[in-house]
């Protein structure tokens, strides 16, 4: 947590603070995972050159920065989500339900087998804590599949809480690059006076950001290469929707959220 001070900061200061924790959060992705992110841009060039596919993961609240790299206007067409009912986000009721669904054992393999993911496909996982049943088997399955394995979660949780899941693991130990989203523990940013639990939780910020980094790195990489990255461009646009009618057309095979 950013401002940790007994007595927290003065109420009509709490918005300024909260935006300098998330420019400070975003400050150390840049500098220290920097090198997390090129490599993790490489293997997403890697995929895309092999014919591989992409999909991206995240239950609950992290399953908003894995929509948002998903038929995104400026993003690669090739992402898809992977989605699990009543996990992707919050619409389910009780949304509860989301929470208990993700501490399931062996729903990761259901989910394999059922999803079109295969040996040679990339697969980003998010999970802020990286303790839980299903982002931890679905890591080990995906891997034991063939699949690249991209864990995006806060390395904190490893030292400051426990595994839930049988393995006793975390999804960090189960990645073929791990990014660190740099949250802390409970994921709240800020303290103050007559507020009795801390506020203002940042990950979702800094993890949107965290996963738009690593699509640049993978244009870039991809651009290097002499392989024009499939990118999408905004229906506001001119000329926008017949882009993106070609892409869908080239890379149809690889794209599974228009079908």
């Known amino acids: 947590m950013s401002d940790t ?6 109420p009509g200061d709490l918005p300024g603070r909260f935006l300098d924790a998330a420019v400070e959060l975003l400050r150390r992705v840049r500098d220290e995972e920097q090198d997390g992110i090129r490599r993790a841009g490489t293997l997403i060039a890697d995929t895309v050159t092999a014919g591989g596919r992409l999909f991206a993961f995240g239950a609950g609240h992290s399953a908003l920065p894995a929509q948002d790299v998903v038929y995104r206007a400026g993003g690669l067409a090739l992402m898809n989500l992977l989605a699990v009912p009543g996990l992707t986000g919050v619409d389910v009721m009780p949304a509860t339900l989301g929470s208990a669904l993700e501490g399931v054992s062996g729903l990761a393999d259901a989910v394999l087998g059922t999803a079109p993911v295969r040996s040679g ?14 982002p931890v088997e679905l890591a080990r399955g995906a ?6 394995v991209i864990g995006v979660t806060s390395v904190a949780y490893a030292t400051a809480t426990r595994p839930r899941n049988a393995n006793g693991t975390f999804l960090k ?6 990014l660190d989203s740099k949250i802390s ?8 006076d007559g507020i009795d ?8 910020v800094v993890t949107s950001a965290l996963m738009q980094a690593v699509m640049a790195a993978a244009a870039g ?27 869908f057309e080239e890379y149809g095979d690889r794209i599974f959220y228009r079908r």
């Open 143 to 148: 891997q034991a599949r063939g699949v690249t």
């Open 221 to 247: 990489e991809l651009a290097a290469r002499g392989a024009p990255p499939p990118l999408l461009r905004s229906g506001n646009v001119d000329g926008g929707h017949a882009w993106n009618r070609r892409v």
């Open 197 to 204: 639990a801390p506020f203002a939780p940042a990950s979702t």
């Open 185 to 192: 523990v409970g994921d709240a940013e800020l303290s103050a």
């Open 173 to 178: 130990d189960h990645c073929d690059i791990v």
């Open 121 to 134: 496909d990339l697969l980003v996982i998010i999970s802020l804590s990286g303790r839980n049943a299903l």
């Open 5 to 10: 001070s007994p007595t927290g900061p003065a």
